[in-house]
């Protein structure tokens, strides 16, 4: 499987950008896609996920800003961010999972400043 992001950028506090990810490759129809970020100097953290079947999970700093979804015809997944705060810079890596696999896209970058 590989994952292609999108959708990085830079935006002034309070602004939106909205992240792409397509999965190709040897997709299964029962996996789980995410978004983790990573922050400098800081470990990789997971921000939100996103099942198969649609149920969504999101760490507490996102939730109400943050909305992730998924076009299965399409094997992507998005993460739509608004309100964002300069604590939300870093890079965001796209994630697949899918029974004991897991793969990863490259980053991209969101940095928020003003």
């Known amino acids: 499987v590989q994952l292609q992001a999108f959708g990085g950028g830079s935006v002034q506090p309070g602004g939106s950008l909205r992240l792409s990810c397509v999965a190709t490759?040897?997709?299964?129809?029962?996996?789980?896609m995410a978004w983790y970020r990573q922050s400098s100097g800081k470990q990789r953290g997971y921000v939100a996920g996103?099942?198969?079947?649609?149920?969504?999970s999101y760490i507490d700093s996102v939730k109400g800003r943050f909305t992730i979804s998924r076009d299965g015809a399409r094997n992507s997944v998005y993460l739509q961010m608004n309100s964002l705060k300069p604590e939300d810079t870093a890079v965001y890596y796209c994630?697949?999972?899918?029974?004991?696999?897991?793969?990863w896209g490259q980053g991209t970058l969101v940095t928020v400043s003003s």
């Open positions: 996103i099942t198969s079947s649609g149920s969504t």
């Open positions: 490759g040897s997709i299964t129809s029962v996996n789980v």
């Open positions: 994630h697949y999972a899918a029974g004991t696999k897991t793969y």
